[in-house]
């Protein structure tokens, strides 16, 4: 992220943005595939991917058109961490050390910050930035057949990626010691990674199609205003049961009175699929955000109101 983005421009389509090393295309309505491509080289990451990733977020975080995120790779990989062919940026003399940002980081902030989930669809194995990417996804499906680790400390780096701060928040810090200290590589389904694969899958093919079925289902039925709510509720949550109670209670109190609890309610009375229509922009709650925002760079905002209709 960059100081003062410019505003963002939402294309009418995704498949005309400029990208380099990713792919983007909408599946269904509400729906967008985001493919890391770089098969030949195991889709390992490099800075074009970054700046593509960052491109493509900024887009989906104020296009209301998307509702769900499915981010996968092309190939038998998801992506074999950063590219070694090319090797580790440093600071310079003319840096100071403070000042870098790793690239792996400005994904994930990116992705973190989106108010869209990213349903991570792993079909192959990740290892490094691979892995600690996805962290801030809201569901990650592994395939059994895969290799996944965080193998750092293997080759004489450390975490990156915001990964100490996701890592031991999803699966504690006595499982992300294991993995960080051995630095080897594991199935999805090994109990070292607790519950970071929400599912994993015994067909790598079959990965992406529950991917995009899990995001269909959350496009069809869920509020994206109340989904987005509750992961900063738990993301930002202010730290003791008391304040947690008095924050809840004050978003709540406004989500009832929001026209997605209404509408929420018919459909369910109704036997219907809801029909949601609340944004951040014009139904957040009066006190949101209710955290203090770190400056690593503003969210970019769009420059024109988003298209209507389906992508």
């Avoid at 989500?255 to 951040?280: H, I, W």
């Amino acid at each position: 992220m960059i100081p003062n983005p410019p505003p963002v421009v939402i294309p009418d389509s995704y498949e005309r943005v400029p990208l380099k090393a990713v792919k983007a295309a909408p599946h269904s309505p509400g729906v967008i595939v985001v493919t890391l491509n770089r098969p030949n080289k195991q889709n390992a990451f490099t800075l074009d991917m970054m700046e593509d990733l960052e491109t493509l977020y900024a887009m989906f975080d104020v296009d209301e058109r998307v509702k769900v995120v499915v981010l996968t790779g092309a190939g038998r990989t998801f992506c074999a961490g950063a590219d070694l062919e090319i090797g580790f940026s440093a600071a310079n003399e003319v840096k100071r050390v403070m000042d870098e940002r790793d690239s792996g980081g400005r994904v994930a902030l990116a992705i973190y910050r989106c108010r869209k989930p990213t349903i991570a669809a792993m079909q192959g194995s990740a290892v490094g930035l691979g892995m600690t990417i996805t962290l801030p996804a809201a569901i990650r499906i592994g395939f059994e057949g895969g290799k996944y680790g965080f193998v750092f400390a293997r080759r004489g780096i450390t975490m990156e990626s915001c990964s100490s701060f996701f890592l031991p928040r999803l699966i504690g810090y006595s499982s992300a010691m294991y993995l960080l200290s051995t630095g080897d590589t594991y199935p999805p389904n090994s109990p070292h990674f607790g519950h970071l694969f929400q599912e994993t899958l015994p067909e790598a093919s079959a990965v992406l199609p529950r991917a995009l079925e899990l995001a269909k289902n959350i496009v069809q039925n869920v509020s994206p205003l109340a989904s987005y709510m509750n992961k900063c509720l738990m993301w930002h949550n202010p730290g003791s049961a008391e304040s947690a109670h008095l924050l809840d209670s004050a978003v709540l109190f406004h989500m009832f009175q929001a026209r997605d609890q209404q509408e929420g309610v018919s459909a369910f009375m109704e036997k219907r699929r809801p029909q949601f229509q609340a944004t951040v922009e014009d139904d957040a709650p009066p006190n949101f955000p209710w955290w203090y925002e770190i400056d690593t760079g503003r969210r970019p905002l769009a420059a024109v109101p988003p298209p209507k209709g389906k992508l």
